[in-house]
Structures are given as C-alpha cells and as structure tokens.
C-alpha cells in the first residue's frame, strides 16, 4: 500500500504533477478557451460525459491544479477554488439550499459571513438561525427545523477566536440528516482537519494564510465526500433528482462521491460565476508552498506576543485559544493540538477611545482590513469588518466593541512586542 503523503511534502508535490517535458513549475493556464478538433468532443463536454477544458468559467488547468492540492491537505474527496472567502460560503449554501429552506450557523462567525446568511441569503428565500456554539446540544437542537439543509461554523471564528467544537456540531447536523459546514480558515488543514471529527463539507477564504502574502484573493470549497445524500434525497432534490438543464443528469448516481462539487462546478459557477484567475490561483500555490513552514512561526509569535499583552497593566483582557488558561484552550488541544492560528484579541481598559488611540500609534503593524498574511497587521472591528452590527448584535458575535483584532505576522516577535509596546507607552 502506498504510504500517504505527509502534509509538508504535500504543500509543496501536491496538485501538479508534470510529464515528460512539462514544466516543473505550475503553469498559468492564462486563456479563456480551449481548442478542440471536432464539434462532437466539445458536445460531450457539455453534456458532462467526459472531463476537460473548455471554458474557464467551469474548469481551468491552474485552478484545478491548486484546488486538488487544498483538497488532499484537507483529506477531501474533490474541491474547487472561488474567487473569493465569501463566494465559497455562498456556494457551499446555494449548493443544497434553495427558496423556503433553512440553516443552523453559529452566532460567533464573521460578520461579513454573518450578513451573508441573515440578510443577502434571505432575500432569496433561505432562513437562518444563530446559535450559541457554546450552548448545550439540547438547546441548540431547538434551532432545528423540519426545513434545515446545513449547519455552519467555523473552526476558529474570525475575530471572536471562539473554538467550535466540531464533533458536537456533527453529531447535532447528522441527528438531523444534514451536512456539517465548517470554514477552516483562520486554523488551515495544518492545524485542524475538521473531516476527522466529523464535518462534511470544509470552505476556506484563501486570501489569508493559505496565500499568506495579501496578493490575491480566492476561497475553496472541500468536499469530504462522506455525506450520504442519496440516503436523505427528499431534502436534496438539487442531487438526488434529475437536473434538467444538463438533460436530467442526477449527480449522485452519475458522479458518486464527486458529486456534491460537481453540481456546484457545472451549475453554480455557469450560473454566477465567481470563479479564481488563474493568475490569482498561481500566486496562491506560491503561498501553499511554505504554508507548513509559515503557520507555525505565527502561532509561536502569537503566543509570545499574548503572553506580553496579559502582562500588562494597561490590558483588559487577552483572547488568544492558543493560550493556557483562555476559555477554549482545551478544545484547542483536542482540535488543533500542533497550534490555533497567528490572530489574537484583546482590549485596553481605555475602551475604544484608547484602542484607537493605540493603533494610530503603532509603527511596524498596520492598520488594514486584512488579517492572516506575513505581515503584523491591525483592526477595530467594531469600527471596521463588523461596522454593520450595533452594540448587540456585536456581543452576540462575540465581539466585544472594544476589541482590537491584532493578526501577528512571521517578523522577530521581539520587534513585533517592541511595536506594542511603544504604542501602548
């Protein structure tokens, strides 16, 4: 038996693996078209009954080459890349949700993720409940409906740093015939792979760690292939029945456990669209590359840098799950026993006066809407992602108005703690 690839090797081979006489380096499939000979090969492409190239608006070598990598990081089945965070989670959602039906999602996710389900997707007829992730299973039971498709979390939610115990979120999605959603981006498959407690299906905004260089933006959906849906076909028509506008091909019986992704490739990107660039996804194969190396000297500098912060007098408080005595330090050791992520929360007694304050006077950190990439960036996300949200709906999603998102970066962390502590002077 072929001995399986450890995640480092696989961050580096994985994807493209080039002929005789292929370049060694991915190439960027920069074309919008495909040629072929005769017009009955570019028909069967259409019809689904053979796999190629033809538009990239369905498929393009580079983006297939980076998707299959982030898939065998995360142990999936089949992937695809989006061109964006948000378009991922869209996509997984749109995917099995359609008008009148229903999702679970935990109450702690990003805000912008957050707007997504609560206002944009119930334009279009799908419903959400938030819930406490925290909560006991039998409270979070009663969010479910006779019509709930999915259920989301994600692995460490941005920013409130909130560790989702994905094991109970399985258990309650499968009690009630649905799959599990989790977007792993702020933990990366390098610290967390959610398909081994249980989830099904994993999202991730590529744009942070996984490119790791805040060049380009990009979001892949993973399928684990696990989830059984012919098994729950009355609440999956879009699967398990005939698709008419691919001459009623029924994507679990003829794609089997690739057909979550396919239906997702060959109906929703035809129809919205929100596809990567194949440059993007070069430049984010660039990133894959030293994921391994890169994630772990976040999380060692964000552990040092929230080690200074609890020291200090002037700090009110410090989230940090990668920190002993945080409120989810033990489900960070079940999950992601080799290291969380490189953001961390925390809040000045000043409130927000004194966070902005603080941050106008920082040298080496800036203040940007990014998180996650090699350089120490900051943010108030009451005044900036979660801007939308009043005082109550912020506490609901764990973020306290006065935290500052501080997103450590792989500098010499003394020169990092250096900055903080300068501005916090």
């Known amino acids: 038996m072929e001995k399986k690839q450890s995640l480092d090797t696989i961050c ?30 570019m028909g069967r492409l ?32 089949a992937a695809m890349l989006t061109s964006s965070g948000q378009a991922a989670n869209m996509y997984a959602v749109l995917n099995i949700c359609s008008e009148g039906d229903h999702i679970v999602s935990a109450a702690t ?58 094991e109970k979120f399985a258990r309650l999605a499968h009690r009630h015939g649905v799959p599990l959603i989790v977007d792993n981006t702020f933990a990366t498959p390098i610290n967390c792979r959610p398909f081994e407690w249980g989830a099904d299906i ?40 005939p698709d008419e506008s691919y ?33 993007n996804a070069f430049l984010l194969n660039v990133g894959l590359e030293t994921l391994h190396l890169r994630v772990p000297r976040h999380c060692e500098n964000a552990k040092r840098v929230a080690e200074y912060l609890k020291g200090r007098e002037d700090v009110a408080w410090v989230k940090y799950p990668g920190l002993e005595g945080d409120k ?40 940007v809407t990014h998180v996650a990439d090699a350089r120490t960036s900051v943010l108030h996300p009451a005044s900036h992602t979660h801007r939308q949200l009043n005082d ?5 999603a764990g973020v306290d108005p006065s935290m500052i998102r501080f997103s450590v970066g792989i500098e010499d962390a003394a020169d990092i703690i250096a900055d903080l502590e300068q501005a916090l002077d």
């Open 328 to 367: 989810y330090y033990e489900l960070a050791q079940k999950y992601m026993p080799k290291g969380t992520c490189g953001v961390i929360s925390f809040g000045l007694k000043g409130g927000r006066a004194a966070a902005a304050a603080f941050m106008d006077r920082l040298k080496l950190a800036a203040i």
């Open 109 to 166: 996710i990003y805000g912008g993720t957050s707007n997504l389900f609560t206002v944009t997707l119930k334009r279009f007829g799908i419903q959400c409940t938030l819930v406490d992730p925290d909560a006991p299973e039998e409270e979070i039971e009663k969010a479910f409906q006779p019509n709930t498709k999915a259920v989301f979390g994600e692995s460490i939610a941005n920013p409130a740093l909130v560790v989702l115990d994905i």
């Open 12 to 41: 580096i081979q994985g994807g493209w693996q080039p002929k005789n006489g292929e370049a060694r380096v991915l190439p960027i499939y920069q074309s919008t078209t495909f040629k072929y000979e005769t017009s009955e090969q």
């Open 392 to 396: 109550e709906q912020l506490v609901e």
């Open 247 to 279: 001459h009623g091909v029924v994507y679990t019986k003829k794609f089997g456990k690739a057909a979550y992704i396919t239906k997702a490739t060959a109906q929703l990107m035809r129809d919205m669209g929100s596809i990567q660039s194949p440059q």
């Open 46 to 77: 259409f019809d689904l009954e053979e796999n190629g190239y033809f538009y990239t608006r369905l498929a393009n070598p580079t983006n297939d080459a980076v998707a299959s990598k982030i898939c065998a990081l995360e142990g999936g089945t």
């Open 202 to 241: 994993v999202t991730h905004s590529t744009t942070k760690y996984m490119d790791g260089h805040a060049m380009s933006v990009g979001g892949c959906v993973v399928d684990s292939g696990n989830f059984d849906w012919d098994a729950h076909g009355d609440k999956f028509p879009g699967l398990t029945t």
